[in-house]
């Protein structure tokens, strides 16, 4: 390693870490010392950080305003140093940073609307693959229905919270005043995907977020509708299990449809 390569190195290590040890290795200029002008340096590190933080997460900046927003994303590039060269995923881990730091960890809508819009990006980026349509479904015979299973496309995600982050999110993007956060008698359960090119969100009941959860894993449709005859209306439970599977389908949340053994 040349001279030049290990001062790099080093200079480098002193952004990331902030170690200052490489300080005699630098001179003062004519107009400031070293000790400010490396100084520079690492703040324009972490601003750039900051500002990628700003760009995954437009909602929670609004919500907390730009102070307490750039006060909370310096404290996460001191606490969560960049692994790696993408900014894109510099900001993964925000929510569980907002939900484990105080004083961010005393409001949990701090945590659960970092998740969603986290969960919103992650599905605009997700792989593209196969939707299944409704023509596919009725290709299939009678017989076959009860065996059935499914694949979620790779970009759905669920997501269960116990505030109302949804609302809140859904009033910032349209630019209105948010409610109040409260802490709900019950999950919000969330199902995010992308749709084409757009990602979305919608909340689930809980019969039919019980439905999505089992699908997912793999459980066959015949099993899915015994389990929804246990929720309501026994005598409607194929119906309502042949409605939220169409639902699926023309909301593109499926990407195979198969007869299992």
């Avoid at 996460?76 to 510099?90: I, K, M, T």
């Avoid at 970092?114 to 299944?132: G, R, S």
Wanted: charged share 25%; net charge negative.
């Amino acid at each position: 390693m040349s001279d030049f390569e290990r001062l790099q190195s080093e200079f480098q290590h002193g952004i990331l870490s902030g170690d200052d040890s490489v300080l005699a290795e630098i001179l003062d200029s004519s107009k400031e010392k070293r000790e400010v002008l490396f100084g520079v340096y690492k703040y324009a590190y972490a601003s750039r950080l900051v500002e990628a933080m700003r760009n995954d997460h437009e909602l929670l900046q609004t919500y907390l305003g730009d102070e307490m927003f750039d006060e909370m994303g310096y404290a996460y590039v001191a606490a969560r140093p960049s692994q790696h060269p993408n900014l894109r995923w510099f900001s993964q881990g925000v929510p569980d940073f907002l939900k484990t730091t105080e004083p961010y960890s005393k409001y949990p809508v701090l945590a659960e609307l970092a998740a969603l819009e986290k969960a919103l990006n992650d599905a605009f980026d997700a792989t593209d693959a196969p939707v299944v349509a409704t023509a596919d479904l009725a290709a299939l015979a009678p017989e076959a229905w009860n065996d059935l299973k499914f694949q979620p496309h790779p970009s759905t995600c669920r997501l269960d919270f116990s505030t109302n982050a949804a609302a809140i999110w859904i009033a910032l993007k349209n630019e209105e005043t948010p409610p109040d956060a409260v802490t709900l008698d019950d999950p919000s359960r969330v199902l995010v995907w992308r749709q084409d090119v757009m990602p979305m969100f919608r909340e689930l009941t809980t019969e039919e977020a019980m439905m999505w959860d089992e699908a997912s894993g793999g459980i066959p449709f015949g099993v899915l509708c015994s389990m929804l005859a246990t929720y309501d209306d026994p005598d409607g439970a194929a119906a309502r299990g042949a409605g939220y599977l169409h639902n699926w389908v023309t909301s593109e949340l499926l990407t195979d449809v198969s007869v299992g053994a």
